[in-house]
């Protein structure tokens, strides 16, 4: 089975403006998660979907978006770019058809805002 | 308000020898716990759960101790090889349904040869 996959890999953007990052699940899985890893902070939650629908989200602020469609697919999306918005972008997949909490990251986005 | 810690950020260890991660957590209310190994350039790769029903949980190499009233876990590395050297991760869930992670800082282990 093919695992999480990330387009792009590499990112580099200037302040505000905006960005979509892509994600592809792990074939199966149908909630994705994503996750923001910078020096400072760590690895922090930014939301996470399901059929089509956002069922959490994390501490960041509305310039964070995102959407998954019916294929399980995800996208996220930041508007108006800040400096400190440069980070690894990381997606991860759960079957959540077991009761087995583990979620599986794909490779990440590295995103530079300058 | 760091919810999950690692309060070592390094750890170095030679080969053959036991690694022991530790990590402590402050919300009562995370009831699954998971251990993650991320080398750079990658995603953070999954190793090993544990519920809190358990406290303990054995894969391999890999054993994962859960003290509850200490709201502490451990990652055991037994025998540690070249290979395990990198960041690991702890990671916890207190949604019910494991769809919201809460990291710790990462701990970095360097397995000598």
């Known amino acids: 089975k093919a695992g999480v996959t990330q387009t792009p890999r590499y990112l580099i953007k200037t302040r505000g403006q905006q960005v979509t990052l892509s994600c592809s699940p792990i074939?199966?899985?149908?909630?994705v998660s994503w996750y923001q890893q910078t020096p400072g902070q760590g690895l922090q939650f930014l939301f996470e979907?399901?059929?089509?629908?956002?069922?959490n989200k994390g501490n960041f602020p509305g310039r964070f978006s995102g959407r998954q469609f019916s294929n399980s697919r995800s996208e996220m999306n930041v508007s108006t770019l800040e400096l400190g918005d440069s980070a690894l972008y990381l997606c991860a997949s759960r079957n959540t058809g077991t009761a087995s909490y583990e979620q599986y990251f794909g490779p990440g986005t590295r995103l530079t805002v300058t | 308000d760091q919810q999950v810690k690692q309060n070592s950020p390094s750890l170095s260890v030679q080969e053959g020898r036991i690694s022991i991660l530790n990590c402590d957590y402050t919300?009562?209310?995370?009831?699954?716990f998971l251990w993650y190994k991320k080398y750079p350039a990658e995603g953070p790769t999954f190793l090993i759960s544990?519920?809190?029903?358990?406290d303990k949980n054995e894969d391999g190499r890999f054993t994962v101790f859960l003290n509850k009233s200490a709201k502490h876990l451990s990652l055991h590395i037994v025998p540690s090889q070249p290979g395990d050297s990198a960041v690991y991760f702890c990671a916890a869930s207190g949604d019910n349904a494991g769809n919201m992670l809460t990291f710790g800082g990462g701990t970095r282990l360097m397995v000598k040869p």
């Open positions: 074939s199966g899985h149908r909630s």
């Open positions: 544990i519920s809190s029903i358990k």
């Open positions: 979907y399901f059929s089509e629908t956002q069922r």
């Open positions: 919300n009562s209310m995370f009831d699954y």
